[in-house]
């Protein structure tokens, strides 16, 4: 296994001016990710806020308990009791099979980042994954993307869920679930390890009542032995040492939105679109109706003086708001702007691993962190990673594409280039002669018809272009038989395509892990852990 860093475009002009620190962006930010000396101030900043660590130890222990588990992992619950102790973290939803590769990128960065920080710090650093089990988005969770017949495929989790119900709570057909990722994974070809990652899956499926519990379970078979812990946001256990911190929203429920708006213009004003969609009365919370499973927004009319959705359906005063925040927190839910602050108040976050994304969005948070006399976290750019198969690499040698063009537009162009250098121009020649001549002849038809016979015209237009297509389709079929000669190449084509920018998309944001997994064995998990990374913003290409 071999690193190479390569200095590729990032996603957007704001994830660019952040790499690169400029004083447009850092004003945003509280800390600069890549100076050292911004995490000894950030540990300081630590030491003078209280956690209820005993407590959140407990709950992730327990929590836990249900997946596969090994003494790394009670280290780091130990870890994190301790008074001088800090976390790395980052979150993502519960992709069915873990998702897009990104997901298992992300998590090797915040144990990566974690490793790194406590040896140069010193102190304790736990690597803390937050599964986002409150969102509701089930189309963002139930599919992955598979290669059949030299096409990248989306092959969707076949059970219906029609209402807004929290991820956490989508129930899992374990039947069903089994059948279906049994047909994902035989579809990445039979390999040595195929039937003892076929078992683990099995088993994964039978521990698991909802969509969290597989994903939980898969994350903490591949990364047990790093010490990772895991958290859901969507527990309803969770949620009752959120009270507090709850009760302190919904009180600045106002000066939260204004203070994001406030942001949101400043970076307007720069040049930079907004990242969160937030109305001038968003109470950045959400209400979960248990009895049909619904995850509702909640806005603050304050001519009425209420906590209302959308619909009028539901509404709180501020009195029932704070009565829910006490009594019956599982009720209540953070949005994209609340659950950074929940996390800043439940975990002493030495830094937050991020995709290009949710850098953005963080910009906009600066204020809302300010308002309750926080600071953000460093936020880190979470390590973008590509799998270089070497079969691969020797396909492109042989059609002499660059790696650079390849990883950031793909190969169309190149095949384009090449299935044009393979056309008979002295066919094409005589196709357009008779495309021309036929258009003449037909040309003098019409207006011989236009003098005699003007109701036959429509007829002699649509023999036209009868004609014309049999005309294109032939011209088609000789091209395909000469394509065909040189099959064995344009599959080379195709087959970098779908390994490095598969559906017109960067690897980690299409593939499944598992097709890696399948083919190299668990163990690639480790290999890759056991990289030097540096946080960088550089893509990191691994060739295997």
Not at 30 to 48: A, G, T
Not at 113 to 120: G, M, N, P, S, T
Not at 255 to 267: D, G, N, P
């Amino acid at each position: 296994m071999e690193i190479l860093n390569l200095s590729l475009p990032a996603t957007n002009r704001f994830a660019t001016e952040y790499l690169e620190q400029t004083d447009d962006i850092q004003r945003f930010f509280h800390y600069r990710y890549n100076d050292h000396s911004e995490y000894e101030s950030r540990v300081r900043e630590l030491q003078e806020h209280s956690y209820m660590r005993m407590e959140m130890a407990n709950y992730i222990e327990e929590f836990m308990a249900n997946y596969p588990t090994s003494d790394h992992v009670h280290h780091s619950i130990e870890k994190f009791k301790q008074e001088n102790s800090a976390v790395i973290i980052g979150g993502q939803q519960a992709g069915i099979l873990t998702g897009p590769l990104y997901t298992i990128h992300k998590v090797i960065s915040i144990i990566t980042l974690a490793k790194q920080k406590e040896k140069e710090l010193n102190i304790p650093v736990v690597p803390i994954f937050w599964i986002a089990g409150e969102d509701h988005d089930y189309q963002e969770v139930n599919h992955v993307f598979i290669e059949k017949d030299n096409k990248i495929e989306k092959k969707i989790y076949p059970e219906r869920v029609l209402d807004k119900r929290m991820v956490s709570d989508i129930p899992i057909n374990q039947d069903l679930c089994i059948q279906w990722t049994e047909a994902i994974i035989q579809s990445f070809g039979e390999t040595i390890h195929t039937k003892p990652l076929l078992h683990e899956l099995q088993k994964a499926v039978h521990h698991s009542n909802s969509f969290v519990d597989f994903f939980a379970y898969i994350i903490m078979y591949l990364f047990k032995d790093s010490g990772l812990l895991i958290i859901d946001s969507g527990d309803g256990n969770i949620r009752k040492l959120e009270k507090e911190f709850f009760i302190k929203q919904i009180n600045s429920s106002v000066e939260i939105t204004k203070a994001v708006k406030s942001k949101q213009s400043e970076l307007q004003d720069k040049g930079f679109p907004n990242t969160i969609d937030i109305s001038s009365q968003a109470a950045n919370l959400f209400y979960y109706d248990m009895e049909n499973n619904e995850r509702i927004l909640l806005e603050f009319d304050e001519h009425k003086n209420v906590f209302i959705d959308s619909n009028s359906r539901f509404q709180f005063s501020l009195e029932q708001m704070l009565e829910l925040a006490g009594e019956f927190p599982e009720k209540l839910s953070n949005n994209v702007v609340t659950r950074p602050l929940m996390q800043e108040w439940l975990f002493p976050t030495l830094a937050f691993i991020a995709g290009p994304g949710e850098i953005a969005y963080w910009a906009e948070l600066k204020g809302a962190f300010e308002l309750f006399g926080l600071k953000m976290p460093p936020i880190v750019p979470r390590l973008n990673i590509t799998i270089l198969d070497r079969s691969i690499e020797t396909d492109m040698n042989e059609l002499g594409l660059d790696l650079h063009e390849t990883l950031t537009i793909g190969t169309e162009k190149k095949k384009r280039e090449f299935l044009q250098s393979l056309k008979d121009e002295n066919i094409e020649s005589l196709f357009e002669k008779a495309k021309k001549d036929l258009l003449q002849n037909y040309g003098e038809l019409e207006t011989y018809l236009s003098k005699e016979n003007k109701g036959l015209i429509p007829l002699l237009k649509k023999n036209e272009s009868k004609l014309i297509e049999q005309l294109m389709f032939m011209e088609a079929k000789i091209e395909q038989t000469e394509q065909i000669k040189f099959e064995v190449v344009i599959n080379k084509f195709d087959r970098v395509e779908n390994a490095l920018w598969p559906a017109g998309s960067p690897q980690e944001r299409v593939l499944n892990g598992f097709y890696f997994i399948n083919q190299y064995g668990p163990s690639l998990i480790n290999d890759l852990l056991d990289c030097s990374f540096t946080f960088d913003g550089t893509q990191k290409l691994i060739r295997i």
